[in-house]
């Protein structure tokens, strides 16, 4: 990351005193700035605070989404919103596969609330990961097309996978 601001410096700099040469100073830079970006997709190894607080972030969005449909499904509110946020819900579901690296355990970071048999018990732990994509997917179907019936039972089955989840694999 070092060489960003340098590279960045240097473009700007000949962009302003070469007057002509700005556009392709400008290109310069944003190409430094691109090939950067690409580097560190792969190149990041996260601190366990950092991927522990993007594992929570994660799992609020799922929350919040799955909030939303509740004062929904209750009546508390009159939005018709329900596909959007389960469509939301089953973008993210994949992405709770990728949220456990080995460094974020809680030995590692204490503001987690995961437990450590998710790392001692993966088979077992990666059903209830699969449960959670199976249901949301499910629950995509049913609220963009079913009554308000099947959408409550769809609902209540999601739930039930990301309590069996919590009710193993989380801190009270
Ligand atoms: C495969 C297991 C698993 C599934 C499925 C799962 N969760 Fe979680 N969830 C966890 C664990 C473990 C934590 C604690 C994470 C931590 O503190 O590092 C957590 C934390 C949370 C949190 C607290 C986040 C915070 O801010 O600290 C919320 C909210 C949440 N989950 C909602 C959901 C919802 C809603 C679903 C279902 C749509 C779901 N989770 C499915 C395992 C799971």
Not at 55 to 82: E, N, T, W
Not at 119 to 131: G, I, L, M, N, R
Request: charged letters at 25%.
């Amino acid at each position: 990351m070092g060489t960003m601001p340098r590279q960045l410096c240097y473009a700007a700099r000949t962009g302003h005193t070469r007057g002509g040469s700005e556009m392709k100073a400008k290109l310069v830079a944003v190409a430094s700035v691109l090939s950067i970006l690409s580097a560190s997709a792969v190149a990041i190894a996260a601190e366990p605070k950092d991927a522990v607080e993007y594992r929570q972030a994660v799992m609020a969005s799922l929350g919040g989404h799955a909030g939303a449909i509740s004062r929904i499904v209750k009546q508390q509110v009159d939005y018709d919103h329900i596909a959007q946020h389960a469509e939301a819900i089953a973008a993210t579901a994949p992405l709770v596969e990728d949220i456990w690296p080995d460094n974020s355990k809680p030995g590692d970071y204490e503001k987690t609330d995961a437990l450590a048999k998710i790392w001692d018990e993966p088979d077992a732990f990666q059903e209830k990961v699969d449960k959670l994509k199976v249901e949301a997917e499910d629950f995509l179907a049913v609220a963009k097309g079913g009554d308000q019936g099947e959408v409550i039972a769809a609902f209540k089955e999601l739930g039930q996978s990301c309590g069996g989840c919590h009710d193993d694999y989380r801190a009270e």
